[in-house]
């Protein structure tokens, strides 16, 4: 009787955790710019910008996770000095 519960809640488990997986991470070539560089994220759904504006240290990639699936992304470099984007990139998952 005690393996048989121990069995089932061992399996209760294991199912209540089956399927769930992180969010994605991506990683997104950038190019190797040099400059006073923001990485900008625009959630499009939402309308509006996902989190702070990150310095960007020209390393040419962006680790980034997706913060919800099903949506797009639109990863920028904003060029404080010139005041403007000098690079553009949509990413999504579905």
Not at 1 to 9: A, I, V
Not at 59 to 65: D, E, I, N, V, Y
Not at 71 to 80: H, P
Request: charged letters at 20%; proline letters at 4%; aromatic letters at 14%.
């Amino acid at each position: 009787m005690k393996t048989r519960l121990l069995s089932l809640l061992v399996f209760a488990g294991v199912g209540a955790h089956a399927g769930e997986v992180g969010r994605p991470v991506e990683r997104i070539a950038l190019p190797a710019l040099a400059g006073d560089l923001l990485v900008c994220v625009w959630d499009d759904a939402a309308d509006d910008w996902v989190g702070e504006f990150l310095p960007y240290n020209a390393s040419g990639s962006l680790q980034f996770q997706i913060p919800e699936l099903g949506k797009w992304y639109w990863i920028g470099l904003w060029d404080r000095a010139n005041g403007r984007y000098v690079f553009g990139k949509w990413v999504g998952h579905f």
